[in-house]
C-alpha cells in the first residue's frame, strides 16, 4: 500500500512566480491537512481538509495561499506571487475521519523563492 | 489556543544509553491526544508513540516510552537501547479530540544524535 505522495519534491521559484504542489493522500483517508515548516522549526497548520470540504483555513498565512480538493481525494496547495518568506517544506498529511487517527505524512515539497 | 514546548533544541547519547526528551504543553482542555514524531533527514515524518489524556497508563513502543504528567502538563519521551538510527528531529505534538478532525500543533523539535 502506497503512503502519502507529494510533488513535486523540490521547487526553485523566483519571487513573484505562482507555484502549485500536489499531494496524494492514502486511498480511502477522508482527512487532509496542509502545514508549513520553516527551517529549523515544528510544523505548523495551515489548512484541513474533510473530504472535498476545506473545514478549516484559519493557519493559511494569506490570500495568496489557496487550497483545493475538488474530488476528495488529491489535493493542490497553490501561492500566487511567491515571496521569500514563502520559502520552507510544505508537507501533507492524512488520515481516516476521527481525532484520534494517527495523521500519515508525505516527504514534503521544499519550496525555495529566490 | 495550545502551545507545545521543547525546551531541548539537541541532544546527544551513547549507543545502547538511554535517553529522555522534554515536553511541556498548555492547554485548558481535559481531554486530548499527546503525540511524539520522528523526522530523519529525509524528511518524512513517522509516528512513534501516542498517549490519550484519558489513560492514566504510559504509553510504550518497545523501546520507546512515555512519561505523562497530565497535572505537570509534561510528556516526556524515553528512548532505551539507543541505536544509530534513532538519530533524527523528534517533534511533541497536541491535539484536540474534537468530533471529527483536528490539526496537530507541534513544538520547534530537538534534534537527536546518536554516538556510536
Known amino acids: 500500500g502506497a503512503g502519502v505522495s507529494q510533488s513535486p519534491r523540490y521547487k526553485v521559484a523566483k519571487r513573484g512566480q505562482d507555484v502549485a504542489l500536489r499531494c496524494d493522500p492514502i486511498?480511502?483517508?477522508?482527512?487532509l491537512f496542509w502545514y508549513q515548516q520553516a527551517l529549523g522549526q515544528g510544523p505548523e497548520f495551515l489548512t484541513y481538509?474533510?473530504?472535498?470540504?476545506?473545514?478549516?483555513k484559519s493557519g493559511l498565512p494569506s490570500d495568496r495561499f489557496f487550497a483545493e480538493r475538488p474530488e476528495g481525494s488529491v489535493s493542490t496547495l497553490k501561492i500566487q506571487r511567491t515571496q521569500q518568506e514563502d520559502s520552507a517544506v510544505y508537507l501533507c498529511?492524512?488520515?481516516?475521519?476521527?481525532?484520534?487517527?494517527?495523521?500519515?505524512f508525505g516527504p514534503g515539497t521544499r519550496l525555495t523563492v529566490l | 489556543a495550545q502551545t507545545v514546548t521543547q525546551s531541548q533544541p539537541e541532544m546527544s547519547v551513547q549507543e545502547a544509553e538511554t535517553v529522555t526528551l522534554s515536553c511541556t504543553y498548555d492547554t485548558s482542555e481535559s481531554d486530548y491526544y499527546l503525540f511524539w514524531y520522528k523526522q530523519p533527514p529525509s524528511r518524512q515524518m513517522i509516528l512513534v508513540i501516542r498517549?490519550?489524556?484519558?489513560?492514566?497508563q504510559n504509553a510504550t513502543e518497545n523501546r520507546f516510552s512515555v512519561n505523562f504528567q497530565k497535572a505537570a502538563k509534561s510528556f516526556s519521551l524515553k528512548i532505551s537501547d539507543s541505536q544509530l538510527g534513532d538519530a533524527a528531529m523528534y517533534f511533541c505534538a497536541y491535539r484536540s479530540p474534537n468530533s471529527g478532525n483536528t490539526p496537530l500543533v507541534f513544538g520547534k523539535g530537538t534534534r537527536l544524535s546518536v554516538i556510536a
Open positions: 486511498s480511502g483517508h477522508v482527512s
Open positions: 498529511a492524512s488520515s481516516l475521519r476521527e481525532s484520534y487517527n494517527e495523521q500519515f
Open positions: 481538509f474533510q473530504n472535498e470540504a476545506q473545514l478549516d
Open positions: 498517549q490519550e489524556a484519558y489513560k492514566q
